[in-house]
């Protein structure tokens, strides 16, 4: 064949195709044929090699192929309309290629004569009269699904066995970690622990403190991901880390100052269904999440180099992985590398970079990405698929996950320069399965409704007559009660706390409602709580309400109380100030532009305190 031609639309002919190789090459086709006399014009060659297809010849043939030689032909008869062979989306969808001519030129690379594929083939295409013969007799086929499991293997796949030649050394079991009930838990106690304003984060980045993704850890139902003893800075959390820049892309909460505060979205969320907040924050991460996952894979170096630039746009990968993620069945374990293999069997193709050049693992010359194979879809792809499934689908109850300690868990980046040291590429090799959730199929859209799984009535305290509260089963509180306790009650013992009228103030401002409060009275209580104590709230609460703010307003000073009642009660000066006694008139800051014209038609302007 010529060496540098290569056609980008295929052929129309057969005939167009045989022309556009060497006589080597066509001899070499007439070999593998079968076809004598090979000696021979390149013109009557070409006939010879046509005439050997003619017919029900071409029937013939197929049926003497081997199963994936089939298989590439049916994919490029009716998946492709350029009758293009794609290897690395054949190797995705069935597991191995087919025989193809080797030349023995290559590093411990085996001869391989010309096969039939290499025949009808010509530089990867399939001419389209050609294809039009195949289509009378090949079946289509088969549609690409994602493989799936009813049950995980006892032992992991994938794990490099280099670590494990000791005998000493057992390959690690899976580790499951179901998300749905503690999604649903933790989304409501982060927010609680957000309106207390005990979660500091970087006005620059929107992440938490170290402190805080402490105390964010504290209070998650079942902890992080990470165990606490792998945690030494804030961005080595998961759950904690994910959750304050989760809650500020769905603008639950924003920065006020140093510190995190609920929104009036995010206070409203504290009374609505949890399942609907969840599924509004996986729709806005997917598009309005600032945080590129890719970031979170600490060995990709050059992310940030200075006029790179090259990083694509971190929605339109999310709306992909999402688009994958709802083919999934819910409540079937699917390996990751399978996962892998569906996105590019399917044509779910994105990139991470149009330029991985500066992209690099341990030194940007030698270690450089943009060198062939270096970035291949396992690299930054799959790295960035792991991340985003993990840490964010896997925070929010959306995936179930199977894993494995990230040691050796991974052997896809130990050809890479620089990695021969590395024992990891990122902190989530260890990800080897996961499971749609109910709750992450209402979240996709893949369910019209989502019903919580049933919650077991546990009575965690008592109240008492003397407004005080027992606890009666400390194993059972959560964390989230104990913050919603500490909004109504000051703690006066270990397992005791006191109804204050000044906390409920505080919670009745900060957004809290009188009927959450006697819900988780009433919910929580082994027994009735106190006539006398529910009395004490009400009127708390009564009392409270009396008072409303309204806004900020100014006051105005008049010499005397006959021209201050003629301002206020005037046709139009009436709807826009209040008599206050004493010379006083107040004004609302928003009417005060409309109040001052009022005084100028009646004869007045209003002066500053100083006279000025």
């Known amino acids: 064949m010529p060496r540098y031609f290569y056609p980008t639309a295929g052929f129309d002919t057969f005939r167009e195709a045989l022309e556009s190789r060497t006589l080597d090459d066509l001899k070499e086709v007439m070999r593998a044929l079968g076809i004598k006399r090979s000696a021979l014009p390149k013109a009557h060659r070409i006939a010879a090699i046509e005439n050997h297809f003619a017919g029900e010849r071409l029937r013939e ?285 399917h044509d779910m193709y994105f990139d991470i970079t149009l330029n991985p050049w500066k992209l690099y693992i341990g030194e940007p010359h030698y270690g450089n990405l943009g060198y062939g194979g270096c970035h291949s879809w396992s690299i930054l792809q799959g790295r960035y698929i792991m991340a985003l499934l993990w840490e964010y689908a896997g925070t929010l109850g959306i995936v179930d996950i199977a894993h494995t300690a990230p040691e050796g868990a991974r052997t896809d980046f130990h050809e890479l320069w620089g990695a021969d040291s590395m024992t990891y590429l990122s902190r989530y090799d260890g990800l080897k399965f996961f499971r749609l959730t109910p709750l992450g199929a209402y979240c996709l859209d893949m369910e019209y409704a989502y019903t919580p799984p049933p919650i077991t009535q546990r009575p965690i305290f008592q109240v008492l007559p003397n407004q005080d509260i027992v606890l009666r089963h400390p194993e059972a509180l959560l964390a989230s009660d104990a913050l919603f306790l500490e909004r109504i009650a000051t703690k006066d013992g270990d397992h005791t706390w006191r109804i204050d009228s000044r906390r409920i103030l505080d919670s009745l401002e900060s957004g809290i409602s009188a009927g959450e409060i006697e819900e988780f009275l009433d919910a929580n209580s082994v027994s009735p709580v106190p006539d006398n104590v529910r009395t004490f709230i009400e009127d708390t609460i009564r009392r409270a309400v009396k008072v409303r703010y309204e806004g900020p307003a100014e006051i105005y000073y008049v010499e005397d109380e006959a021209t201050a009642l003629l301002i206020a009660h005037d046709a139009k000066g009436k709807s826009l100030c209040y008599h206050a006694g004493q010379h006083r008139l107040v004004v609302p800051a928003k009417k005060t532009a409309a109040f001052q014209r009022v005084l100028r038609q009646l004869g007045f302007c209003a002066q500053s305190a100083t006279g000025g």
Not at 157 to 185: C, F, M, V
Not at 328 to 334: I, L, N, S
Request: overall charge neutral.
């Open 61 to 345: 043939t197929w049926n003497c192929m081997d199963a994936l030689t089939q298989s590439a032909i049916a994919e490029a008869v009716h998946r492709s309309t350029l009758g293009e062979y794609e290897p690395q989306k054949f190797l995705a969808k069935y597991g191995a290629l087919p025989k193809r001519y080797r030349s023995g030129y290559g590093f411990g690379e085996e001869k391989h004569p010309y096969t039939i594929f290499d025949v009808l083939f010509t530089y990867e295409f399939l001419p389209q009269d050609l294809i039009k013969r195949f289509k009378e007799f090949v079946p289509e086929p088969p549609d690409v699904s994602v493989k799936t499991y009813d049950s995980l293997p006892d032992t992991p796949p994938g794990i490099s066995s280099w670590r494990y030649k000791d005998d000493n050394i057992q390959i690690p079991s899976l580790d499951i970690i179901e998300t749905e009930s503690a999604a649903l838990h933790d989304l409501i106690a982060v927010l609680r622990l957000v309106d207390t304003g005990r979660v500091s984060v970087s006005t620059a980045t929107g992440k938490a403190t170290a402190a805080s993704a402490n105390a964010l850890c504290a209070i998650l139902r079942d902890g992080d991901f990470i165990p606490q003893g792998q945690v030494i800075k804030a961005d080595d959390f998961m759950r904690a880390f994910a959750w304050p820049l989760l809650l500020q892309a769905a603008n639950l909460a924003k920065p006020k100052g140093k510190k995190l505060a609920l929104t009036t979205a995010g206070k409203k969320a504290l009374t609505q269904p949890p399942q609907d907040t969840l599924k509004l924050i996986w729709g806005r991460w997917l598009t309005k999440g600032k945080l590129d996952e890719l970031s979170r894979i600490n060995e990709i170096k050059g992310q940030k180099s200075k006029g790179f630039g090259g990083l694509t746009a971190v929605a339109e990968r999310r709306d992909t992985v999402d688009l994958c993620l709802s083919e999934c069945p819910t409540g079937k374990w699917v390996y990751i590398d399978d996962f892998f293999d569906f996105f590019l069997a």
